[in-house]
């Protein structure tokens, strides 16, 4: 597929550092968002750790035997064990894990899809914006059993507890579906920082608003700044133009 693509990160209107990462392979081949967490120092650090290990993971192995899915499985093992090495070696840092959401597009393979935490992936499609990506979060769970709104949810005290991380011992899944694409769709990789302000309308508005992929990111931004900014915002966009 020949895809367009850009991403960009802010750290909002309310936090001095960003906690956020994120990694756009300049061949398209894959791309990923992080939201680390831990204090000032740790998120930011579980992030790039992240970031870091999943991109050098992919690299190295890219042309390996491994299928897609077991590629980006390993890679995710990779992040988490190199997250939890750190916090063994400082342990200043032992509470810090972060989100994960990792899209991969290798040939003859289906485009894929791995996720951890409440980052998220969206598409784009006809003008409909379809969340993919399901939230590692106990106000998700609770939404999906009935306990609450949608709309409850987004006021819940509870709202950014997370079920499930990069970091932590107790990790023993990795979240993985593959991507259902086509010409004319538009992907989107986010952080908490955009959903947390803009609600899916919102959204949809800005990027069917124009064709230019640089503009519809800033606008993202800046729509989630003017709705009160108060989490760090990053997102990527994945456009796909035509097949090969």
């Known amino acids: 597929m020949k895809l367009n693509f850009t991403g960009c990160t802010d750290p909002g209107l309310i936090r001095s550092n960003n906690q956020d990462a994120f990694y756009i392979d300049q061949e398209g081949r894959?791309?990923?968002?992080?939201?680390?967490?831990?204090?000032h120092a740790g998120g930011e650090e579980a992030s790039r750790i992240a970031t870091q290990e999943i991109t050098a993971y992919l690299l190295a192995n890219w042309e390996s035997f491994q299928s897609a899915t077991q590629l980006l499985e390993q890679a995710l093992w990779?992040?988490?064990?190199?997250?939890?090495?750190?916090q063994e070696n400082h342990p200043e840092r032992g509470d810090m894990g972060t989100t994960a959401v990792v899209v991969v597009f290798r040939s003859q393979e289906q485009p894929l899809c791995a996720h951890i935490g409440?980052?998220?992936?969206?598409?784009?499609?006809?003008?409909?914006l379809q969340q993919i990506t399901e939230d590692h979060t106990w106000i998700a769970r609770a939404i999906k059993i009935g306990d609450i709104t949608a709309d409850e949810a987004r006021v819940h005290p509870y709202r950014h507890v997370l079920s499930r991380c990069l970091g932590r011992e107790d990790l023993h899944h990795v979240d993985l579906q593959p991507l259902d694409v086509k010409v004319g769709d538009r992907l989107l990789l986010c952080t908490d920082g955009l959903t947390e302000e803009l609600v899916d309308p919102k959204i949809s508005r800005c990027l069917q608003d124009t064709p230019d992929l640089d503009k519809i990111a800033i606008s993202l931004v800046e729509a989630a700044k003017e709705e009160g900014g108060h989490d760090n915002i990053t997102v990527i966009l994945v456009a796909v133009e035509e097949n090969f």
């Open 30 to 39: 894959f791309f990923i968002v992080a939201d680390g967490m831990g204090g």
């Open 78 to 86: 990779s992040a988490n064990k190199a997250i939890l090495q750190d």
């Open 118 to 128: 409440d980052s998220r992936l969206y598409r784009f499609r006809e003008s409909q």
